[in-house]
């Protein structure tokens, strides 16, 4: 198992345009979630799905922000008409919910910069 | 909301010295947690700690849950190079991975 892997690793766009970035987590984990980080804090959390069922969304998620995960296995995350206060790096990370608390497994991020 | 203090902010230490960094809350957490995180990469588990007052080592790294629920400490003992990175505090009441951050502390380890 190579772990939870992100894609883009990183992203420019021009504020107004719509930017979309996959996550695969690790393959046998039915939880999966978006934190987003900026520079000199820690993560913060964004949303999360068990299966393909979104559970819960922070209210730091926006309208602009949409995320899926259709077949309980990879999850997208889109931003409609970015801003440049959606400049961060976004961390996917995944887990096996079982009794008690979940071990949490990040990827590598996508570091997004609005211009 | 919820608020996690983490300090110092950083810290520049020779090679083989003991490093202690804790983190304090104005709340309690159930479950304490802690990670390192490299440059461009996400956060890694080091330790969690799930009971208050318990103490729990992982190679030269040992954790503190603290006794009120609202502080854990870690110490990094005889520190390497590699120790090198952003030491981020997590505590979480929800068992579902929905854990809230410290602002973490910047380790540099001067070989």
């Known amino acids: 198992d190579t772990g939870v892997s992100q894609d883009p690793r990183h992203k420019i766009t021009k504020r107004g345009q719509n930017v979309t970035f996959r996550c695969d987590p690790i393959s046998e984990h039915n939880r999966l979630y978006w934190y987003r980080q900026t520079l000199g804090q820690g993560p913060e959390f964004l949303t999360y799905?068990?299966?393909?069922?979104?559970?819960?969304k922070s209210r730091l998620l926006s309208d602009r922000f949409s995320a899926e995960r259709p077949k309980g296995s990879f999850s997208t995350l889109e931003i409609q008409r970015t801003e440049q206060g959606d400049s961060a790096m976004y961390l996917c990370?995944?887990?096996?919910?079982?009794?008690?608390?979940?071990?949490?497994?990040f990827g590598s991020g996508t570091q997004l910069s609005v211009l | 909301g919820q608020q996690l203090n983490q300090s110092p902010q950083s810290m520049f230490i020779q090679e083989g010295e003991d490093v202690s960094m804790n983190c304090t809350s104005s709340?309690?957490?159930?479950?304490w947690l802690w990670y390192k995180q490299d440059p461009g990469e996400g956060p890694v588990l080091l330790i969690a700690l799930y009971k208050a007052g318990e103490l729990t080592s992982n190679g030269r790294l040992t954790a503190q849950f603290g006794i009120t629920r609202k502080d854990s400490f870690l110490n990094i003992s005889a520190s390497i190079p590699s120790d090198v990175g952003i030491y981020f505090c997590a505590g979480d009441n929800t068992n579902a991975g929905k854990s809230t951050f410290g602002d973490g502390t910047t380790l540099t380890v001067k070989p």
């Open positions: 990370a995944s887990s096996l919910s079982t009794e008690g608390y979940e071990k949490l497994f």
């Open positions: 799905f068990q299966n393909e069922a979104q559970l819960e």
């Open positions: 709340s309690i957490f159930n479950t």
